[in-house]
């Protein structure tokens, strides 16, 4: 056998089937059905400098966020137990004054490590630093094309600017810059300007159509939610360049047998070292201090177990008895949180999915007229 | 063959899943996926081993004559080198 290579763009990261089949999601769809945890996705901190009301974190009243040196224990561990990618999340990660001491230990530990920031604090030094730390991505939250909605939604005035010369200091070392957006009933007519932003800093972008309640289930957030006639055209060809989805493809759960990669390829960890099994389902595993053998846990953790098994069951029942099953994009953390159960449907699925499929039978249709 | 220590590029990052090394480099936006061989191949390139001695490797314990090793092994590095994957 000869030493060969697979080289391939990043794709989608998705393993039921949504994204582009090549051997990275051959790689995903196995890391999801062996629980092989590719990511770590760590909060270092919840302090922050922007006041977003449709903010999930949920702060715990008097816990103490972890030290350096602390980190560095939880770092060692998350290595070992086979994580590649590393993406250091918050709160405001550069909050933390120790951040790029973090970033590096995890660079140490050969880790790819990407970031999730607003970008507030990226003037010329900080992104001096990033260009000699070389994170694989920096991803910055981008609240809308108008000054005036994106300091609303952070709360802070300037903010627009700011993090818009931010992206600029980082773009000026070449370094890979995705944006991402939460759609808010606040930015919702703003989506192509904020593309036309990234494609004139070099930037891809992300638009995010699903506004989570609180991590405690406080669904205050909710209320920003983009209006239901708009998803129904963001969902529709009029944003299809946007969505990157010419054709709504349903899921494939034959390479998969979870809904999701909660629990399997994804490790989550809160400031205080607790670790749950995806960003979104807060169903506490341990604490990463407490845990000595990190990998041997990873597999017989009760908890992480159940989750399992849940988002096993969800595609042969939940998604099965609904009729626009196949084109849910259905979260277990978010039903849980929204509605006390994992396996519940959640109306903004429901709203999501009707509109796919509504849309797929409709191109079917003019496909089978064109082929007459 | 030149004998200077091969070294992985600092920023790549990679973990082996299933016999299988994954590796990212940063700024490129891509992903390599190395076969069991290219995997061993990978792990001698640790800083301290030149071609000779990774080819002499891989002719061991693949069971193949040393030109074999020496040509694929060579071939290998160029595509390493392409992507960016060395020092």
Not at chain 1, 12 to 38: E, F, Q, V
Not at chain 1, 41 to 56: M, V
Not at chain 1, 226 to 241: I, L, Q, T, W
Not at chain 1, 300 to 321: D, G, H, Y
Request: hydrophobic share 35%.
């Amino acid at each position: 056998m000869q030493p060969t290579l697979k080289n391939e763009d990043m794709g989608g990261t998705n393993g039921n089937g949504n994204g582009k089949a090549n051997a990275y999601t051959d790689l995903i769809a196995r890391s999801w059905n062996s629980s092989m945890p590719m990511t770590a996705l760590w909060e270092i901190t919840y302090a922050c400098n922007h006041k977003c009301s449709f903010c999930y974190n949920c702060p715990t009243k008097g816990a103490r966020e972890l030290t350096l040196d602390e980190m560095k224990v939880g770092l060692k561990k998350i290595a070992d137990l086979g994580c590649v990618f590393l993406v250091l999340s918050g709160g405001e990660p550069l909050c933390r004054p120790d951040f790029f001491d973090i970033a590096w230990a995890g660079k140490k530990l050969g880790f790819a490590i990407r970031v999730y920031t607003n970008g507030y604090l990226v003037d010329e030094v900080v992104a001096r630093k990033f260009k000699e730390l070389m994170p694989f991505e920096i991803e910055i939250s981008f609240h809308g094309s108008n000054p005036e909605s994106f300091d609303k939604l952070t709360g802070i005035p300037g903010s627009f600017h700011r993090v818009l010369q931010g992206i600029k200091n980082l773009r000026a070392h070449d370094l890979k810059v995705n944006l991402k957006t939460p759609i808010t009933k606040w930015n919702q007519e703003e989506l192509r300007g904020v593309r036309n932003i990234a494609e004139e800093l070099g930037c891809h972008v992300e638009f995010d159509p699903v506004i989570t309640p609180r991590d405690d289930g406080d669904t205050s957030p909710l209320a920003l939610q983009a209006s239901v006639e708009f998803m129904d055209r963001f969902f529709s060809s009029e944003y299809a360049d946007l969505t990157h989805e010419e054709e709504p493809r349903p899921r494939d759960d034959s390479k998969v047998k979870a809904v999701c990669g909660t629990g399997r390829s994804t490790i989550a960890l809160d400031p205080y070292g607790n670790f749950y099994p995806c960003v979104q389902w807060r169903r506490k595993a341990g604490n990463i201090l407490e845990v000595e053998d990190l990998r041997s846990f990873w597999g017989s953790s009760p908890v992480l177990q159940e989750v399992r098994k849940i988002a096993e069951e969800i595609p042969q029942t939940t998604l099965k008895n609904f009729e626009h099953g196949a084109f849910t994009m259905f979260c277990a953390g978010v039903a849980e949180v929204q509605s006390g159960d994992p396996r519940n449907l959640y109306p903004q699925v429901k709203t999501n999915a009707a509109i796919r499929a509504a849309r797929a039978a409709n191109l079917l249709t003019i496909r089978s007229r064109q082929e007459q | 063959m030149s004998e200077a220590p091969l070294r992985r590029h600092p920023d790549a990052a990679s973990r082996t899943y299933d016999g299988e090394a994954f590796i990212v480099v940063p700024g490129r936006g891509e992903y390599n996926i190395l076969n069991p061989v290219g995997t061993r191949v990978w792990d001698l390139i640790d800083g301290t081993k030149g071609v000779t001695e990774i080819v002499k490797v891989i002719s061991d314990e693949f069971d193949v004559t040393q030109e074999a090793a020496e040509a694929d092994v060579m071939s290998f590095l160029e595509d390493l080198r392409k992507h960016q994957m060395l020092a």
